[in-house]
């Protein structure tokens, strides 16, 4: 088979518009040395290019010369291929220049898409070399391809597009438009009005952590806020540190339901309830949503099972619960949270454009446990906790809910202050959470 992957002429055009325009370095700061397929090419703008960085605006025979005799090797690749006489050189290859950045960056990009594609050639052979290894499983593979595709696609990004704010301000206009809705709020609302109502919505690029103690209904109320995604038609993923596909099943389903999860764990239904979970069934295979067990935080999993999803049936939320810390001490935990809650803000909600949700856990002080780098991460951080019998009376009765949500930091929004909460009621039984009535004289309630 013969090798098409380069181009003479266009590397040819490069060296030349460099000769003619060194100043032309400025639109490709990604192209290397490595990126060009011949070796006395390599060599001639690596001379150019360092003339440039030094200052040297005029590339003649004496400059380049000068900088040939500073490295024996690079002068040596000339004598090679017989490249003796630099003066020569330059006048045979003015005619191949071009005048305009925009033509120059052709010549670029597609010695710049060939070189990515030789780095390519190699890598499929390493991974065919994988594949036929008895000691290499799949998941193993998986990481392999992913993490090397990544990196070569990093190494070969050129941003050529250089231009000022104003240049872009049609297109930041665009996406607002296309994230605002048509009641005049924005994102994609949550479940509870009294968080909309003061600014806390799911953002594209944005992270909310919602923290409770344990075992005090973080699920129930990612959950719900899953479902309520779904029914609006959102592409959803949910990530699961925790539950099976079963027990989540179990949960779901007593959600949609409000049948208890003890008598659809022993499927005892009336005949009521048999039709109630019929057209449950018949929902969640309509909806684009998935649950994922995943015990074990794997970046390339999650991000590449969000790759995969969004191409195939889009993708506009994802909820990861929970946010948890594996390490064997405090300085690694700490770490470790923050990475990985820098993780889904960045890689997942930032490079997907999608709003993500996620859950930690407070400690017995109320506070995120382990992790203040979670609140500095996260976009916005909301606390829950159940109330107290005192409280339930004080705030006049169980229809004013049964706990608590605190904004305890915004990005987008203000944060509460130690006396105000919204009042939501959570039935765990049935796994529904809702907005429960607010007292008037709550400040933030119109």
């Not at 995604?229 to 993923?237: H, S």
């Not at 949960?251 to 339901?257: F, K, P, Q």
Request: glycine fraction near 6%.
């Amino acid at each position: 088979m013969v090798n098409t992957l380069y181009d003479n002429t266009a590397e040819a055009t490069i060296i030349a518009s460099l000769i003619k325009n060194p100043s032309y370095l400025i639109y490709a700061k990604g192209l290397k040395e490595r990126n060009f397929y011949n070796e006395e090419n390599a060599a001639i703008f690596w001379a150019i290019k360092t003339l440039y960085e030094q200052g040297v605006s005029k590339i003649d025979a004496l400059n380049l010369n000068n900088i040939f005799s500073t490295d024996y090797a690079k002068k040596s690749v000339l004598e090679k291929y017989g490249i003796l006489n630099l003066s020569e050189y330059i006048l045979l290859s003015s005619n191949l220049a071009r005048d305009t950045s925009e033509e120059f960056m052709i010549a670029v990009k597609t010695v710049n898409s060939l070189s990515a594609k030789r780095v390519l050639q190699g890598r499929l052979k390493e991974w065919a070399w994988k594949c036929e290894s008895p000691n290499i499983n799949f998941a193993e593979l998986n990481r392999t391809i992913t993490s090397d595709l990544s990196k070569i696609i990093e190494s070969y990004v050129i941003d050529d597009n250089v231009t000022t704010f104003g240049d872009n301000i049609n297109l930041v206009t665009s996406y607002l438009q296309r994230n605002s809705n048509s009641d005049g709020t924005y994102g994609i609302p949550t479940k509870f009005k009294s968080l909309n109502e003061r600014g806390i919505v799911h953002d594209p690029g944005e992270l909310i952590l919602f923290s409770a103690k344990r075992k005090s209904g973080k699920s129930i109320i990612l959950l719900n806020e899953l479902i309520d995604k779904a029914r609006n038609e959102v592409p959803c993923i949910y990530f699961d540190s925790e539950m099976t596909d079963t027990l989540f099943y179990i949960r779901l389903l007593s959600s949609i339901t409000g049948i208890q999860q003890n008598k659809i764990r022993s499927q005892a239904f009336t005949p009521e309830e048999q039709k109630l979970v019929k057209e449950a069934n018949e929902w969640i295979q309509s909806v684009k949503f998935q649950h994922y067990f995943t015990p074990r935080f794997d970046r390339e999993e999650i991000k590449s099972i969000c790759d995969i999803f969004k191409r195939k049936y889009g993708l506009g939320f994802v909820v990861y619960d929970y946010l948890k810390a594996t390490g064997s001490n405090t300085s690694e935990n700490y770490t470790q949270l923050g990475n990985n809650c820098d993780f889904l803000k960045n890689e997942i909600a930032g490079e997907f454009d999608i709003p993500v949700l996620a859950a930690s856990q407070l400690n017995r002080f109320g506070e995120i446990g382990d992790s203040y780098q979670l609140e500095q991460r996260a976009s916005t951080g909301i606390s829950m906790r159940f109330k107290t019998e005192e409280e339930i009376r004080l705030d006049g009765g169980i229809d004013y809910g049964n706990a608590y949500l605190h904004i305890d930091f915004a990005r987008n929004a203000e944060p509460m202050d130690d006396m105000e909460h919204i009042n939501i009621s959570i039935d765990g039984s049935r796994c529904r959470v809702q907005e429960a009535k607010q007292k008037d004289d709550n400040p933030f309630v119109n």
